[in-house]
């Protein structure tokens, strides 16, 4: 209930910002045309921390020492081998299922109640375009508390006064590290939408940019 706003009133629309838009093209071609880049590289199905490592004695990769700087999106518990106990964290099962348009009202429907799911989202309904079929995907969502070691994601931090602090051992002992920065929901431990990813990543390039020399 801390997390899904809720609203007495027509709008039907999960967010109440003045813009809300898509990309012209989705999010795959923005994000293919942004990573064209010449000064970016990306590898892909690579666990950071088999190349990344951090010690009292600096930040490594690939066994080297390293001055440049470095963006960490994962989990700060994981980067330091849980040495002050495991940050806890919410996963969720996905399960997908056919069924005929139009399955519920809305794009998405949140159940708070008695349902082992907390929400349903129909894909159709995510466009304004009407479905050329009458076959329509849906996703049911189940919370999991995220456990290691067994293949799930890390979706949510569980953000209490106790996990903080615990974070913020973590956070203390990585930022002696000049050259180092947690960012995004993990690496921050914060409940964030995209908008506020984002922002927050815009902000630490511009600190970068400020502070090292990038060119
Ligand atoms: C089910 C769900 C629905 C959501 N719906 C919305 C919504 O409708 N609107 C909205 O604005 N926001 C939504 N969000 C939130 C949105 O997804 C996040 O705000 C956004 O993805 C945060 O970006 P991020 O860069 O912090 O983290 P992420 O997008 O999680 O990126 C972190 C990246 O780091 C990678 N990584 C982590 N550890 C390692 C490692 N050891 N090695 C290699 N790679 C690693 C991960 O694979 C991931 O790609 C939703 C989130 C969830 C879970």
Request: some cysteine; aromatic content about 16%.
């Amino acid at each position: 209930m801390r997390r899904v706003p809720v609203y007495v009133s027509e709008e039907d629309r999960y967010f109440t910002d003045k813009y809300q838009f898509q990309p012209k093209n989705g999010y795959t071609a923005l994000f293919e045309k942004m990573l064209a880049h010449d000064n970016i590289a990306v590898t892909l199905g690579c666990n950071a921390l088999e190349r990344l490592k951090i010690d009292d004695g600096g930040v490594f990769f690939d066994g080297e020492k390293i001055a440049y700087p470095v963006i960490f999106t994962g989990q700060a518990d994981e980067l330091l081998s849980y040495r002050f106990g495991k940050l806890p964290y919410r996963s969720l099962r996905f399960d997908f299922e056919e069924k005929t348009y139009p399955f519920q009202p809305a794009a998405v429907v949140n159940y708070t109640v008695s349902e082992d799911y907390t929400r349903i989202s129909e894909f159709s309904r995510f466009t304004v375009e009407k479905p050329q079929s009458e076959k329509s995907v849906v996703v049911y969502e189940y919370p999991l508390e995220y456990e290691t070691g067994k293949n799930m994601i890390a979706y949510y931090p569980v953000v209490n006064e106790e996990n903080l602090k615990l974070y913020e051992k973590y956070k203390s002992c990585l930022e002696k590290h000049k050259n180092f920065f947690l960012l995004g929901r993990l690496g921050n431990y914060k409940y964030i939408n995209m908008d506020a990813a984002v922002e927050n990543a815009l902000a630490l390039a511009d600190k970068i940019i400020g502070e090292f020399d990038c060119k």
